[in-house]
């Protein structure tokens, strides 16, 4: 378990500059809530911190891309995989390193909006739960792009990543079974924030969150699959 | 005997986008005994990389099989016992002795065993100084000495080291080749691929020689490295210009101390020392003629002898 955790902290040391970007909109966030008209206009508020926490689904499916590739393209993996841990400790250290930078982001996220729209007049109660469901879209869309970035390059990784999470929304849409929606749950779980209403009592299910756990580690099952077959070696240029 | 590194007829394809194949190892088998500091020789492109992170699990064989101290290649938890450097090493960048941790710690230490490990190797390669600098303002050479001590902070039974002094000063090579001696004695293992054949002369107790994926010359060192073609035999007491030096294939140096110098193919000893001996001379020594690794690589590597191919010694 030690050296997943260490590669897990490794991953988010590495990415301590995007997750540093991404903490500035949380700060935007606070700036808006304490010093503009925005701030006293609830509505504006609300829509300001919808957008900004959907945001780490898109940072979840960059960090899954791109880990694996820019550890062989320095080839860092090498010395790391030269270790006494295999291919599926190391991808269970990125998805760890994927969800320990996301949490981060959330936890910043969930108490600058407790503070910003509880200030508004919005009662917060949902706010962590809304994280919640954050962090498990993240989880399972950095695992997805994790998985497709095996055997594709970080840009197609992300293409095909949106793809597989957009195909259910799409099927749900075109068919009218909300059903299709918890096959992956990524927009099932964006959707319960953007919809939000913060008016009504919490009534978010928890559903959708134990799924996108659930799909995690189908994905990460067959990312440790596909991986356990590559020449790590090859040069990926 | 289980010994430290086996392949078994291992043969490695690559396979381009369009299925253009290329073969980087052809059926190569190898052997490699505990507590010995074996050399592995090839021009570019030989194969020795490939041979390598087969071993280290980093790839898959196309076919055949190979044994990393007794486990098949691949198996994470015998990691644990071996330490790798890699050509072209690249670290990440932070403190040297926070780095050799984070290797450490990948490898199951325990963190009260790692800060003083950490120290050790360090000093050993001679970064004690550096411990706290940050690996991306070092020089190539500490680079690798760094990287040294990461494959040295596990104490490992089976040291693979990949071009180890190619980045080095003369200084620094001279203390790596005396902590690999050392390494040694402490009954390690090294497995050593280098182009400073020098280097390989000086330190291995056997060599292989790969070319085109395909095994060349296997043996060991003191035995490659003795000719038993060409002697060099020494005299003195012949007169230079009376003395018949025709029709031989000999070469003759005539030294200002009065002592010829001649180094004849083996089947004209007899003749030579014969001519010597009628011409009033006296044989001072017989010694047969040592060549150099260089001499051998360039050999084998040249085509003369790459028939010679398979694991035999």
Known sequence: MKPVLVIAINFVREQRWPILVMLLWVLLLAFLGLTTEAGRQGEDLLFVFKQVAVYVVAFGVFFGSSAIFNDRRSRRILSVLSKAIGRKEYLTGLVLGITLASAIYCFALGVTGSWTLGEAGFPVRQVWFLMLCLLAACMLAGTVALMFSTFLNPFFAAGATAATMGLPFLLSHTSGNAQWRLVI????????????????????????????????????????????????????? | MKLALEFDHVTKEYRSLFGRRFRALDSFSLQVYPTEIFGFLGPNGAGKTTAIHLAMGFMRPTSGNGRLLGEPFGHAITRRRVGFLPENLALYPRPAEELVRFYGAINGMRTSELKQRAGEVLEMVGLEDHARRNVSRFSRGMLQRVGLAQALVNDPELLILDEPTSALDPVARVGVRELLLKARTQGKTIFLSSHLLSEIELLCDRVAVLHRGRLVRLGRTD???????????????????????????????????????????????????????????????????????????????????????????
Do not use: H
């Open chain 1, 185 to 237: 749950p990524v927009n099932a779980l964006a959707a319960a924030v953007l919809k939000s209403s913060f008016d009504a009592p919490a009534t978010g299910s928890w559903l959708p969150i134990f799924l996108a756990l659930g799909e995690t580690c189908v994905f990460w099952f067959l990312a440790a699959r596909i991986f356990s077959y590559m020449d790590i070696a090859v040069s990926v240029e």
């Open chain 2, 223 to 313: 035995e490659l490295l003795e000719s038993y073609e060409r002697t060099e035999i020494a005299a003195r007491g012949i007169n230079p210009n009376g003395f018949d030096k025709a029709p031989d294939r000999s070469s003759w140096n005539f030294g200002q101390d009065g002592i010829a110098r001649i180094v004849v193919p083996r089947e004209q000893q007899r003749d030579t020392i014969n001519r010597i001996w009628d011409a009033g001379g006296e044989v001072i020594s017989v010694v047969p003629l040592r060549r150099s690794l260089e001499e051998i690589f360039l050999e084998v590597t040249s085509g003369a002898d790459s028939t010679r191919a398979g694991g035999v010694e």
